[in-house]
């Protein structure tokens, strides 16, 4: 397993991970998930809150994440499986 921190850009989308995974959100933010490698347009994604998480079960599907443009804190905790 692979504990790790990514910082993230309110403005651009950031590549989390694309393996299975545990993902916990440190502040407001927005995350986007594909099966495709390519960065979302700023019209998609979900919105998630400070402390929620989100769990992806496979490998190959791409989990992308910008802050919200109110965060203050700009990371995401990835534990990779």
């Known amino acids: 397993m692979v504990n790790k921190r990514v910082l993230i850009n309110g403005d651009n989308w950031t590549l989390l991970t694309d393996k299975a995974s545990l993902i916990q959100f440190n502040g407001d933010a927005y995350m986007y998930i594909n099966d495709v490698a390519n ?3 700023d019209s998609v994604g979900f919105r998630m809150a400070k402390g ?5 079960s496979t490998n190959g599907v791409y989990v992308y994440s910008k802050s ?6 700009y990371s995401v905790t990835v534990l990779e499986v």
Not at 52 to 56: D, G
Not at 68 to 73: H, K, L, N, Q
């Open 39 to 41: 960065v979302p347009a």
């Open 68 to 73: 919200a443009p109110s965060a203050d804190v």
């Open 52 to 56: 929620e998480k989100y769990i992806s």
